[in-house]
């Protein structure tokens, strides 16, 4: 175990994120583009990509979901302190990535991003009554515990080495 001291400077990575996450809240959550365009933000480098598929307001199933919120900031503020990619709409979609089968324009650019041996980072918000801020993993101890914690020890090596 390293002795090795990290600094963060948490105001100046919130300021990041709230600037960042002004393109998905304009226009009332449906984005600051025209409906369709998707936002990719840095470079392929550590082996990570950041989704945020929710990042503005899109259909599921004809109706109308709201946008999971501060979700499109936040991975692009990861990309680019993690020296990665990140990936999210910024203008309305009219399919829901997640929930609908069919292969709309998001699944149609992660398909060209996915490389081999690449981590995927799917973020979405929760509602309040879940009583956690985050969750990595399936929502299930034994899922959480057994996949998010190398998931969490990769970031946390990533930013050691980025720091350097």
């Known amino acids: 175990m390293s002795n090795e001291i990290i600094t963060v400077n948490f105001g100046a990575l919130l300021e990041r994120w709230k600037l960042a996450e002004a393109r998905y809240t304009a226009s009332r959550c449906y984005g600051s583009e025209p409906r369709g365009s998707l936002r990719l933000v840095g470079e392929p480098g550590t082996g990570y990509l950041f989704t945020a598929p929710h990042a503005v307001n899109h259909l599921r199933l004809g109706a109308l979901k709201y946008a999971d919120l501060w979700t499109g900031g936040l ?44 981590m995927v980072i799917d973020l979405h918000g929760m509602k309040d009554g879940y009583g956690i801020g985050v969750n990595i993993g399936l929502a299930c101890i034994f899922h959480t515990f057994r996949f998010g914690a190398p998931i969490f020890n990769r970031l ?9």
Not at 85 to 100: I, K, M, R, V, Y
Not at 107 to 112: A, D, M, Y
């Open 75 to 118: 991975a692009e503020v990861l990309a680019e302190s993690l020296d990665c990619q990140s990936l999210a709409p910024d203008g309305p979609l009219q399919d829901d990535p997640n929930w609908d089968e069919n292969e709309g324009p998001f699944k149609q650019v992660l398909r060209t991003l996915l490389r081999p041996n690449m």
């Open 156 to 164: 946390s090596a990533s930013s050691r080495a980025q720091s350097r």
